[in-house]
């Protein structure tokens, strides 16, 4: 029983004692390249932090989109109602065509066909003039655009492309005024400053997104502000997380959290399951089991050899090496793994304190 336990139990538990730092530093490096992907997918949304920002590549890749369609006019109806769908409230179009004729089913009442055609034509020539005569034609006929297009904008900040919507006034409803306009025709385009302006665009761009995260992965926004007791609860967790610890990934039970503040009051946040980690975990206990399999059977072996039926006696040349593979190599191995798993700890540990004292300064900022 002695033997058995010196020559196969400390190997055994040696090796299993090494099989689970392994597991355990690998469990590691995945869950910090899932921290990564995460982050990625919640920065590439957080680009575009500013709803103005986003309106406007909305509107921009929407004309975009409609020079380059075969039928321009049916392009346009379907999206600007899936644009008012998901912003309700928030629009306003007016589309003319490459002749600037009104597309009267797809523009608000109120402009007449003559302001619609010159205003396309005057941004139009605007869009081609040398930079030191910028807007030539939008000011010279700018008492006749004032009306439509608002009374606090600035014909200096109508060039075109428009890279953000100009401010046009001072009340909630057509707020801002943007303009796209190439060879096919145009699109111009008020927008009402509504209350929920920030959140709405938020969720389209979570929406649009949807095929980039990971298969299985949830994404949401929470607000603080509109907490109603009726959101999910490990969501819930992990908002608390996130407000005791500012970290912006985590893992709570089999999910992996990551956390994204948009604004005080808004978080994006993005939950997928730790399937790596299991599968890591499943292998780890499945090929525990082999050597504890591997070890009964020694142990039987031995015991049935030595005690039950004639003892295995083993020649000098056997013996002598094994011992001084015990006595002297065995110790250096066990020392040179528990020096290195000492080293890749202590690199971890740098690691991630340098990355919370780095947090720290940016939060202090």
Known sequence: MITTLFFFGLPTYFLAFGLERVCQSHSRDVLETQFNELDSILFG???????????????SSLGKAAGSSN???EFLEKEIQSINKRFPGTFAFVCVDSNGDLLSDISEKGISKVLGRKLYFSLLDSANETPGVKNKEVKKNWGLYLNYVGAEANPDRLEIPMKLPIETNIGEKKHWFFAFVDSR????????????MERSALVDQIRSSSGDIPQGAEMGIYDIQKDDGTADGAVLGAMGEFQRTTRRHFQIGSNIYGIL???PTLRIWIRVSNYNLARIGALKNCFLLIILIFFAYLSHFLLKKMVLDDPVYFSIKVRLPVLFFFAGGFPAFVLLFCGWDYILQKRQERVHALHEETEGVLRSV
């Open 45 to 59: 949304i957080g680009k575009h932090s500013d709803a103005l920002e986003y309106f406007s590549n909305l509107l």
């Open 71 to 73: 039928e321009r006019k």
């Open 185 to 196: 025709g145009g699109i111009f385009s008020h927008i009402n400053k509504t209350p929920d």
């Open 261 to 263: 503040p948009f604004s």
